[in-house]
């Protein structure tokens, strides 16, 4: 019987095209302790060469309340050619209460360049005088704003980086990534360890990424000397893997 579920699983893998896998990260501060989950999918369509990878940050408890229930959503979608995850689109989107940013860049490879788009969505109380009973009136509106503009192309996102470098495509030194500010510096110094230079390296910190030689995702990944508030840390809590047709 384990002889055929095993052949079972093995043609599984041969036959379907597309592999979905999924990890579920808590996340905490040293000094706060647990403050919430970091969710990741992949999707690779290995027919078709293409890629889509989704990320998904929420928090719990006092952070939760302090950050007005913020959530991130980051989506990157591409090709992979040669074993290198490349990028045509990348979603960035932020909502908290009354509040929504999102953040759109595509890939132009001819051109050289990545379109940026970004609208904010935001409802604000306005007050007006009502001259009849000598009285404000409050009224909930939304208010729209966007913007798009041409940035100079950089072959990773947030997202291809990281599978990048879980497939060995990342060189030590400067590693570029799109729409990096030009006072920020990313560091790769090898052995899964980053270092993040801010403000033209007045603040600096390392990235600290321990290894699942079983998985495409890391089982843990620190950030050390962060803040004062203590060193920021994912530890992988579920995982799992499974084929579509």
Same mark, same amino acid.
């Given at each position: ?26 996340? $905490?501060? /040293?000094?706060?302790?647990?403050? =919430? !989950? ?8 290995? @027919? ?19 950050? /007005? #229930? ?7 979608? $591409? ?6 995850? *490349? ?29 940026? +788009? @970004? ?7 306005? /007050? ?6 000598? /009285? ?18 950089? =072959? ?7 599978? #990048? ?17 030009? *006072?920020? +510096?990313?560091?790769?110094?090898? #052995?899964?360890? !980053? ?5 033209? =390296? ?17 089982? *843990? ?8 508030? $203590? ?15």
């Amino acid at each position: 019987m384990k002889k055929i579920f095993l052949l079972f699983i093995i043609s599984l893998s041969l036959f379907s095209s597309t592999l979905v896998q999924k990890v579920k990260y808590q996340s $905490g501060i /040293s000094i706060y302790g647990k403050i =919430g !989950f970091v969710d990741l999918k992949l999707k690779e369509d290995r @027919k078709n060469k293409t890629y889509f990878f989704k990320a998904t940050t929420t928090s719990q408890g006092l952070v939760q309340y302090l950050s /007005s #229930n913020r959530i991130d959503v980051f989506i990157s979608e $591409g090709i992979i050619s040669k074993g290198v995850y *490349k990028p045509l689109k990348f979603t960035k989107k932020t909502s908290k209460t009354d509040y929504n940013k999102t953040t759109v860049y595509i890939f132009d490879y001819e051109k050289h360049t990545v379109l940026k +788009t @970004k609208t904010i969505q935001e409802y604000k109380i306005i /007050s007006t005088f009502n001259h009849i009973d000598f /009285s404000f009136d409050d009224e909930r509106k939304l208010f729209v704003e966007e913007n798009t503009e041409n940035i100079d192309l950089e =072959g990773n996102d947030y997202l291809s980086l990281y599978l #990048n470098l879980k497939k060995g495509n990342i060189s030590r030194g400067k590693v570029p990534y799109v729409d990096k500010k030009d *006072k920020d +510096t990313l560091l790769f110094l090898g #052995n899964n360890l !980053f270092e993040v230079q801010k403000n033209f =390296g007045e603040d600096n910190y390392k990235i600290s990424m321990i290894d699942d030689n079983k998985s495409i995702f890391f089982h *843990k990944v620190q950030s050390i000397g962060v803040s004062f508030y $203590g060193d920021a840390y994912i530890t992988k809590l579920s995982e799992e893997k499974y084929f579509l047709d």
